[in-house]
């Protein structure tokens, strides 16, 4: 009997095994197609606060980002992002993150923003495009693959914000969306950023 439930246990260790070896092969090989750069919809958006007060919400039209192994066949790296916006006082807004997979799940965490910490489900990936969920989202996301590698080094400068001065006027917007900019007494501080989040990752 005792020889039994020993078989009994050598056949489902050596299956956990087939399965965790599986799992392992299968995040190696994901990772490898992961590895790049990426462009598409990742549904970035920031608020900010305008000179008189307003929060004022703005979406980005596209986000580049890449994704940069550790080393060959790590199932682990970092990676920028950087997120383009037609409107706003911020037309480029960009971040640093460090990117896992472990059984099929992808990880990211922003170190200047851990608040935004994600992780990725029900994706999939191929060479040419990768599609999924956020943890907390319902609306999936889309990015075409651009290069299996990409020189990063022009983005350094703006780790995580860069606002251009002279191409924006909140008087010119409010102008052309409402008719009129507000009036009242305005802030010393201006264009306080107050939230910045994925669209495709909120409930």
């Not at 307003?54 to 979406?59: M, W």
């Not at 495009?129 to 080094?153: H, V």
Request: glycine share 8%; aromatic share 22%.
């Amino acid at each position: 009997m005792k020889k039994i439930i020993s078989i009994f246990n050598l056949v489902a260790v050596l299956g956990l095994c087939a399965m965790f070896t599986s799992c392992r092969d299968d995040d190696t090989e994901e990772a490898m197609i992961l590895s790049g750069q990426w462009q598409g919809n990742w549904g970035m958006y920031y608020e900010v606060e305008d000179p008189w007060g307003n929060i004022v919400a703005f979406d980005s039209y596209d986000t580049d980002i890449v994704f940069y192994p550790d080393y060959d066949y790590a199932t682990h790296g970092y990676g920028y992002q950087v997120d383009w916006y037609n409107e706003g006082p911020y037309s480029r807004m960009s971040y640093r993150f460090d990117w896992s997979i472990n059984n099929g799940v992808i990880r990211l965490s922003y170190p200047g923003y851990p608040e935004y910490n994600t992780s990725i489900r029900d994706y999939r990936i191929n060479n040419n495009r990768f599609t999924g969920y956020f943890s907390t989202g319902t609306e999936p996301f889309y990015l075409n693959k651009i290069a299996d590698y990409y020189n990063w080094s022009y983005y350094y400068d703006w780790e995580y914000h860069y606002w251009v001065y002279d191409s924006w006027s909140w008087d010119y917007y409010y102008t052309k969306t409402r008719g009129t900019a507000p009036t009242g007494d305005t802030p010393t501080a201006e264009n306080r950023i107050v939230k910045i989040g994925s669209r495709l990752a909120e409930k």
